[in-house]
Structures are given as structure tokens and as C-alpha cells.
Nanobody, 124 residues
């Protein structure tokens, strides 16, 4: 059974940083593409970032490019999202997700497994 467990969310001030972690089990993590999505209140779930199995290929949404960094540690089955220069508009529940490594899409339907989410709140 696939399990993705996020942690690291919290309440911060605008301009602060946070690092989210997602530990995966029940899947071949080292050959799995991992992604982060977020869902703001009243909005649809949206793509934030993704990383291929080797960690050398990453993809970001325009809204976070240059501020967020996705990385992974295959020996610890963990994917990270370093969030810098946070803005109030980044306030959302952040979800970790897994897809086939061959996948290149950013739609939620491309990802077959999801974590329960972690809340990030940024105040001005």
C-alpha cells in the first residue's frame, strides 16, 4: 500500500521560508516521479513542482519559479519543497504526489498516489 506523509507546514510571515518533507513508502521511490501540489481555499488543486527520479530534471509553476526548490533523497524515500520568500498568496494545503517517472504532465490526473496534505499559512 502506497503511503505519502507530508510534514513541515505551519504559519509564517510574508518573506519567511519553510521546508516541506514527504516520506514515501510502498512504492519504488527511486524510479518514481514526485510532485507537489497545493489547494487554496475555494480553488482547485494546482501544480507547484515536480522532480524526476534522478533529481536532475525539475519543473515548476510560474507562480513559484525562482522561490521554491524541489529536491529528493532517494536513500531516504523523501522529497522536499524548500519555499522561500513566501507570500500570503502561497497560503494553501500542500500535497505530495507520485506518478510514473515517464510522466511529464502537471495535471493531478497524472499522479496516482497522494498524501493527506499539510497546511501552510502566510500572513502579511
Amino acid at each position: 500500500q502506497v503511503q505519502l506523509v507530508e510534514s513541515g507546514g505551519g504559519s509564517v510571515q510574508a518573506g519567511d521560508s519553510l521546508r516541506l518533507s514527504c516520506v514515501a513508502s510502498g512504492l519504488p521511490f527511486s524510479v518514481t516521479r514526485m510532485g507537489w501540489f497545493r489547494q487554496r481555499q475555494g480553488k482547485e488543486r494546482e501544480f507547484v513542482a515536480a522532480i524526476r527520479r534522478t533529481g536532475t530534471s525539475t519543473l515548476y509553476s510560474n507562480s513559484v519559479k525562482g522561490r521554491f526548490i524541489i529536491s529528493r533523497n532517494n536513500s531516504e524515500n523523501t522529497v522536499y519543497l524548500q519555499m522561500n520568500r513566501l507570500k500570503p498568496d502561497d497560503t494553501a494545503v500542500y500535497f505530495c504526489a507520485a506518478s510514473r517517472d515517464a510522466s511529464t504532465g502537471i495535471q493531478p490526473t497524472e499522479f496516482h498516489s497522494w498524501g493527506q496534505g499539510t497546511q501552510v499559512t502566510v500572513s502579511s
